[in-house]
Each structure stands twice: as C-alpha cells, then as structure tokens.
C-alpha cells in the first residue's frame, strides 16, 4: 500500500482557494454569493411583509399624484433653441438635488424627467429600508446595486432627456457628440494600451507634486523616512512625525507648493518627518499589521529620536495612518513609552461600529473572495481598491465625466489632487486581511481586543492630548464614526469639523475659498457630548482648519531652537537620498 504523505485539510483548502480565487477574477473580485444571499433575503421578506408592501404602493401613488399635480402647474412646451420654446422658472419640484440644479431642468417636459427619476431614487430607497427580518447589510448591499442600475438610467445621461446636452447638440450642430467619440476613442486606447493620461504630464511627481526639499534618512522593507528641510532660522524643539495610510502615496500630505500641509508645517517652525510607505509586492505578502508598527511607526520614531537628539514628538496620522497611530500610542500608553507630546488624527476611525460606505464590501463572504484572490497574487492591487470607490461614487466618477467629455464633448481637467488619486497603490495580503477582518468587521481596537506583541491594548490608555479632524461629507470615515474616539480616550480632546469630504477636506490650506470648520474642545474631566450635541455646540469659524491646528500645536510646543542635523550618519542614519525618495515612484 503507499502511504498518502499530503496533508489532506490543507489540500482541500487549496483547492477552496483556488477555485474562489478563480471566480474572484471573473466577477471584479465581489462574492457573487453574498449578493445573491442579499437578494433572496430581501425579496423573501418583503414578501411577507404586507404592510412594508402596502406603505411602498401607497408611496407609488402618492407620487404619481404629486407627479400629475406638479406637471399641470407647469404647463410650458417647447425646447431649447426653437422658436415656440417658453419656460416657467418659479415652480420648484417637490423634490430637489443638486444633479439637476441647473435651471433648464425646470423646463417642461425635463422637469417632469428630473422628478420623476428622484421620486424612483425616493421609492428604491424606501424599498430596501426597514424590511422586517432582513438583515441590515443585506438590505445596503441590495439598495447599492439598485442604485448603480438608477444611476446608469438617469435622465443626465441621455441626449435628448438632458437639456444642457441637447441645446449644446442643437448650437453646435453635433460638433460636441463627434468631439464625445474622439474623446472616447482616446480614453479607450489609453485603457487598452495601458498608457496614462497625457494631463499627468503636468503633475510629476518630484518636479510639479511633492517637491518639498529634504533627504530620505531611513529606508527598510516597508517604508522610507523623510527629513525635510527647515525654511525658518529657529524651530520648535519638539518635531512632527507623519504617518500616512499605506492605501495611499504619502504626497498628498506634499501636494503643489501652494497646498503642500508639510511645507506650511515647516513655515510654522516645525521640523517635519513622513513616512513614505513602499508599494508593496510579491515578496512582501506576508507582511502584517504588526510588521507596519515596528518596521513602519517604531522605526521612525526611533531614528527621530536618534536624528534630533528630542524625545517628545508630535504624531500625526492620516486616515488608517492616523488608526495605526492610535494603535502605536495606545501600545506607547500600556508600556509606559512616554516618547509622543501629542496625537493628531486626520480623518481617521477607531471605532469600526459604523465604519461608512466601505462596509458594502466587507463580511464574511466578501473577505474569503479577497482572501483567496490575494493568496494568489500575493497583495490586493490599486486597480481592486479604485473600482471599490467608482461603485461608491459612481454617479460622480463615471456618469459627471460621461456626459462632460462624451456627450458635451468637452476636454476633461485635472488638478493635483486628481492626479495623485490615479496614483493606486496595492497592500501585502497579509496586512490587508488583518486590518479587515480585526478593525473593520471584528473592531477589536474600540473592544480592547486588539493584540500588539501579544498583548492587548486599550485607547483607555492614551492620556496625551488629541487633536482629531473630520470632514463632512466624508464617505470613506465618515465624520460620526470619527467621533466615537472620544468615549474611547479619557484624554483632553480637541475635536474639528471641516466641510469638504475625505481628501479635499483635509487639503485645505490657509486661503482657500469657500472652507470653514467647527470646533470644540473637552478637558478629561468633563461630561461627554453626542456628536448632534457637540455639532449645535461648537463654534463656527471661516476659513482653514489649518490655522486652528497650527495654534494648538503652537500651545504644546517649547520655544524655537536652532534645527536639528539633517540625517545622522554616525547612528545609522545616512542621508539616502533627495525627497521624495525611490518608494514613491514605485508602480
């Protein structure tokens, strides 16, 4: 007899993984199943849910009548640009959006498309709410997809149903729809050739983008420390380390000179080190969590230490940069590490209860997709996170530049922003599956589960003084979910609401038209306030943010000394090379 020497457990889970990683590639890495899952269970109980179906048809009717009535107050025929064309402007809809603010959808019969598309975004959402018995993420996961199909139908996309379209095709003779289809030719072989946007030649990094001088002092498997260069005689004593999230290059912390956060830090007398993470591949797939925290925030903070000769240091951590930080300072708090000053967390959560609109893709089912996908490959890729965030913000993304460049036929623009968001980076699977599954789906950080070398650790621990943005409209960490860190830390808290969303909320340097931000601090000792309490309690202030920051930095900083070295060859830590190092032009 020969003796079988396989392990047969582990044969059977490769062959699990490969089969569902083989699905995974035909089906843009979503589980099929969960969506199927999420279907069947909300159409079964909306089945059994008389009442829920009684309340939806008396809402189609209801709408239908508002329809009709709304239609007759508005009777004017005509369409833009012929002869018998005449409008009534002075009746708005019952239901208004800012898609449709331009003033010719309140032109007949546009304005009865426009509604009626709103009343059936109205009714869909109603639909998959508050299903007796359904599961919640199912009912999102449903609401989402509808949503993708309304999206593609809407009025906005179509030549004749959109009437800033269709008087542009009627003034132009169709000029701007021939322009549309060489501006979709090219779009189409920039894809299939792999060949990037000629507008990014504007915006390179290191010559346009992220051109704040300074020397790369440190570079290991996962990451490079930045030095920049002080621009004023005499700086604080105490430097800032900045701490990016990984699912992202470091630079738009160093955008164009105007916005860079680091050059204005510098302006304020700071010495200032970042973090720019390595874009990981192959042979970083087993890199985790803990691998970020000692190869990544230790590292630096300790050759901080050893370059500046200071042990205090400011942190600053940006979206999971700024998790990661919280994490960092909570292990720090539990060791008695009293290296850090103060804390700075921009748009970053540590309380994954109500993570956002990420959480359509992460359950159960989802993650053993992007599991078995990425235990192939080795790291989850840009092109896999960007298409998350298409599907989240697709009218924006997709459907604005559909009209814009195919159907007016006008030329796309690009600013600095824009073009550091078409630069994708990708994550080890290892670290990618951990954040996931521990902060996102478990949220072990905000239970006081989550392990660093072994042990546990607890916000409760961090007693250093926070600072912590968040931004209106942010989809990614929205602005509630950011403020469940103050039950988290008994620590004087200083907690900032800015307009904007994710990424333009953040950039908002001092000058910036139209920027304003609440704020509100609360000493360790007081009583804790619900965010829709603190919200009517702040107060409102024109303006950056920025400024507010740099005043509170300013409060907890010695006076200025004379800058530190750069670099410290004789502790290990030479100057590399020139900002903005090698890592971040990694593809």
Same mark, same amino acid.
């Given at each position: 007899?020969?003796?079988?020497?396989?392990?047969?457990?582990? +044969?059977?889970? !490769?062959?699990? =993984? &490969?089969? #569902?990683?083989?699905?995974?590639?035909? /089906?843009? $890495?979503?589980?099929?199943?969960?969506?199927?899952?999420?279907?069947?269970?909300?159409?079964?109980?909306?089945?059994?849910?008389?009442?829920?179906?009684?309340?939806?048809?008396?809402?189609?009717?209801?709408?239908?009548? +508002?329809?009709? !009535?709304?239609? =007759? &107050?508005? #009777?004017?025929?005509?369409?833009?640009? /012929?002869? $018998?064309?005449?409008?009534?402007?002075?009746?708005?809809?019952?239901?208004?959006?800012?898609?449709?603010?331009?003033?010719?959808?309140?032109?007949?019969?546009?304005?009865?498309?426009?509604?009626?598309?709103?009343?059936?975004?109205?009714?869909?959402?109603?639909?998959?709410?508050?299903?007796?018995?359904?599961?919640?993420?199912?009912?999102?996961?449903?609401?989402?997809?509808?949503?993708?199909?309304?999206?593609?139908?809407?009025?906005?996309?179509?030549?004749?149903?959109?009437?800033?379209?269709?008087?542009?095709?009627?003034?132009?003779?169709?000029?701007?729809?021939?322009?549309?289809?060489?501006?979709?030719?090219?779009?189409?072989?920039?894809?299939?050739?792999?060949?990037?946007?000629?507008?990014?030649?504007?915006?390179?990094?290191?010559?346009?983008?992220?051109?704040?001088?300074?020397?790369?002092?440190?570079?290991?498997?996962?990451?490079?420390?930045?030095?920049?260069?002080?621009?004023?005689?005499?700086?604080?004593?105490?430097?800032?380390?900045?701490?990016?999230?990984?699912?992202?290059?470091?630079?738009?912390?160093?955008?164009?000179?105007?916005?860079?956060?680091?050059?204005?830090?510098?302006?304020?007398?700071?010495?200032?080190?970042?973090?720019?993470?390595?874009?990981?591949?192959?042979?970083?797939?087993?890199?985790?969590?803990?691998?970020?925290?000692?190869?990544?925030?230790?590292?630096?903070?300790?050759?901080?230490?050893?370059?500046?000769?200071?042990?205090?240091?400011?942190?600053?951590?940006?979206?999971?940069?700024?998790?990661?930080?919280?994490?960092?300072?909570?292990?720090?708090?539990?060791?008695?590490?009293?290296?850090?000053?103060?804390?700075?967390?921009?748009?970053?959560?540590?309380?994954?209860?109500?993570?956002?609109?990420?959480?359509?893709?992460?359950?159960?089912?989802?993650?053993?997709?992007?599991?078995?996908?990425?235990?192939?490959?080795?790291?989850?890729?840009?092109?896999?996170?960007?298409?998350?965030?298409?599907?989240?913000?697709?009218?924006?993304?997709?459907?604005?530049?559909?009209?814009?460049?195919?159907?007016?036929?006008?030329?796309?623009?690009?600013?600095?922003?824009?073009?550091?968001?078409?630069?994708?980076?990708?994550?080890?699977?290892?670290?990618?599956?951990?954040?996931?599954?521990?902060?996102?789906?478990?949220?072990?950080?905000?239970?006081?589960?989550?392990?660093?070398?072994?042990?546990?650790?607890?916000?409760?621990?961090?007693?250093?003084?926070?600072?912590?943005?968040?931004?209106?409209?942010?989809?990614?960490?929205?602005?509630?979910?950011?403020?469940?860190?103050?039950?988290?830390?008994?620590?004087?808290?200083?907690?900032?609401?800015?307009?904007?969303?994710?990424?333009?909320?953040?950039?908002?340097?001092?000058?910036?038209?139209?920027?304003?931000?609440?704020?509100?601090?609360?000493?360790?000792?007081?009583?804790?306030?619900?965010?829709?309490?603190?919200?009517?309690?702040?107060?409102?202030?024109?303006?950056?943010?920025?400024?507010?920051?740099?005043?509170?930095?300013?409060?907890?900083?010695?006076?200025?000394?004379?800058?530190?070295?750069?670099?410290?060859?004789?502790?290990?830590?030479?100057?590399?090379?020139?900002?903005?190092?090698?890592?971040?032009?990694?593809?």
């Amino acid at each position: 007899m020969v003796k079988n020497t396989c392990n047969p457990q582990t +044969a059977m889970d !490769q062959l699990d =993984q &490969r089969f #569902q990683a083989s699905i995974a590639k035909s /089906t843009l $890495s979503m589980s099929p199943l969960q969506g199927l899952l999420s279907y069947i269970d909300w159409s079964r109980h909306l089945a059994i849910s008389p009442g829920k179906q009684l309340e939806l048809f008396n809402l189609g009717v209801a709408q239908s009548l +508002a329809l009709a !009535q709304y239609a =007759q &107050r508005t #009777q004017t025929v005509g369409i833009p640009g /012929t002869p $018998s064309y005449h409008s009534n402007l002075n009746i708005e809809p019952p239901i208004t959006d800012r898609r449709f603010s331009d003033e010719r959808w309140k032109i007949w019969p546009f304005n009865i498309l426009q509604l009626s598309y709103l009343m059936t975004e109205e009714w869909w959402k109603e639909a998959t709410t508050d299903i007796r018995g359904a599961t919640p993420h199912h009912l999102d996961l449903v609401r989402m997809a509808g949503q993708q199909f309304l999206n593609a139908l809407s009025p906005k996309n179509f030549v004749p149903s959109n009437p800033e379209v269709l008087q542009k095709t009627l003034e132009e003779k169709g000029a701007n729809l021939l322009r549309g289809s060489m501006n979709a030719w090219q779009l189409f072989m920039q894809q299939y050739t792999g060949t990037p946007d000629p507008k990014l030649e504007n915006f390179k990094v290191g010559q346009h983008l992220a051109t704040t001088p300074g020397k790369v002092v440190l570079r290991n498997q996962l990451m490079e420390l930045i030095q920049y260069t002080p621009t004023t005689e005499k700086v604080h004593p105490e430097p800032i380390l900045i701490t990016p999230a990984w699912i992202m290059k470091y630079y738009i912390l160093d955008l164009s000179p105007h916005n860079s956060m680091i050059r204005h830090l510098l302006d304020q007398g700071y010495t200032v080190f970042c973090i720019s993470w390595k874009n990981p591949g192959v042979e970083e797939r087993n890199m985790g969590m803990d691998d970020y925290l000692s190869m990544g925030f230790f590292a630096a903070l300790d050759a901080i230490n050893q370059i500046t000769g200071q042990h205090k240091v400011h942190a600053t951590g940006y979206c999971l940069g700024g998790t990661l930080l919280s994490i960092a300072a909570a292990a720090m708090g539990r060791d008695q590490d009293d290296r850090l000053l103060s804390i700075t967390m921009l748009a970053a959560q540590t309380d994954f209860s109500e993570p956002g609109e990420l959480s359509l893709f992460i359950d159960n089912s989802q993650l053993a997709i992007l599991e078995a996908e990425m235990a192939d490959i080795g790291y989850l890729t840009g092109e896999q996170m960007a298409g998350a965030f298409l599907m989240l913000r697709s009218d924006l993304l997709i459907w604005s530049r559909y009209i814009k460049e195919l159907l007016l036929g006008e030329e796309s623009t690009m600013n600095d922003l824009m073009a550091w968001n078409t630069d994708t980076t990708r994550m080890p699977a290892k670290m990618h599956s951990q954040y996931l599954r521990r902060l996102f789906l478990n949220d072990d950080l905000a239970e006081g589960k989550y392990p660093v070398n072994g042990r546990p650790v607890s916000l409760t621990d961090i007693h250093l003084p926070v600072f912590c943005l968040g931004t209106e409209t942010d989809h990614i960490a929205p602005w509630h979910s950011v403020y469940k860190i103050h039950p988290l830390c008994c620590t004087d808290m200083t907690f900032v609401l800015t307009n904007k969303g994710h990424n333009a909320g953040v950039v908002s340097e001092p000058g910036h038209k139209n920027r304003y931000y609440r704020v509100l601090a609360r000493a360790k000792d007081e009583p804790y306030l619900g965010p829709d309490e603190w919200y009517e309690t702040a107060q409102h202030h024109e303006g950056s943010w920025w400024n507010c920051w740099f005043s509170w930095l300013k409060e907890r900083s010695g006076k200025p000394v004379s800058p530190p070295p750069m670099g410290n060859p004789e502790k290990g830590y030479p100057l590399l090379c020139d900002a903005p190092g090698v890592y971040v032009f990694e593809k």
